[in-house]
Structures are given as structure tokens and as C-alpha cells.
């Protein structure tokens, strides 16, 4: 079992940034792909990004490309979205999930495990 706790949400104004944070707690956590979803009102979840266990392989959506950066630091069991030019559009519910698979969290857009969700709320 897998325990994940997203911080780090908040209110920016367009064009502004925010870094969330995601803690895990239980199995070893740097044998897990993370990624963050977000699920915006009247919206399906959607993938965000998602970083390989070793840190070594990033993959993102393209509307937060060039923007987004996943990290992780294996050592505080952390995995981490730096979100810079934030966009009204990024409002949403962001989600950290784990998975063993890199696929399941790209190709098919779930998580084995999830996290309860921050805010992200950007002005215009």
C-alpha cells in the first residue's frame, strides 16, 4: 500500500507559478512512476505528467509543455510539480497517483494508487 498527500495548491494570478509536492508513505516508494492528473469542474481527469522511477524519464500532456516541470527526490520519498506561466485554463483538482507501470500512468491515464487532490485555482 501506497499513501500519497498532495500540498502546494493554491489562488496565483495568470502567468504566475506554484510548485506541488505529493509525500509517499509505505512501500518503497522509488520503485514507483508518479504522476499528477488534474480534473478540472465539469471535466474528465487528465493526464499531466509523469517522471520514471529513477527520475531519468519525464513525459508531459502538450498543453503543459515548455511550462511544467516534474522532479522527484527519492531520498524524502517527495515527487514534485514546479507549474511556471500558469493559465486560467490549469484550474483544477491536481492529483498525485503511483503506479509500477509507466504505461498505466501515460498510455492509460490511471494511477494504482492516489492521492486526495490540491487545488490549483489561477486569476486572469
Known amino acids: 500500500q501506497v499513501q500519497l498527500v498532495e500540498s502546494g495548491g493554491g489562488l496565483v494570478q495568470a502567468g504566475g507559478s506554484l510548485r506541488l509536492s505529493c509525500a509517499a508513505s509505505?512501500?518503497?516508494?522509488?520503485?514507483?512512476?508518479m504522476g499528477w492528473f488534474r480534473q478540472a469542474p465539469g471535466k474528465e481527469r487528465e493526464f499531466v505528467s509523469a517522471?520514471?522511477?529513477?527520475?531519468?524519464?519525464?513525459y508531459y500532456a502538450d498543453s503543459v509543455k515548455g511550462r511544467f516541470t516534474i522532479f522527484r527526490d527519492n531520498a524524502r520519498n517527495t515527487v514534485y510539480l514546479q507549474m511556471n506561466s500558469l493559465k486560467p485554463e490549469d484550474t483544477a483538482v491536481y492529483y498525485c497517483?503511483?503506479?509500477?507501470?509507466?504505461?498505466?500512468?501515460?498510455?492509460?491515464?490511471?494511477?494504482?494508487?492516489w492521492g486526495q487532490g490540491t487545488q490549483v485555482t489561477v486569476s486572469s
Open positions: 497517483a503511483a503506479s509500477r507501470s509507466i504505461s498505466v500512468v501515460v498510455t492509460q491515464g490511471r494511477g494504482d494508487y
Open positions: 517522471i520514471s522511477w529513477s527520475g531519468s524519464n519525464t
Open positions: 509505505g512501500r518503497v516508494f522509488s520503485s514507483y512512476v
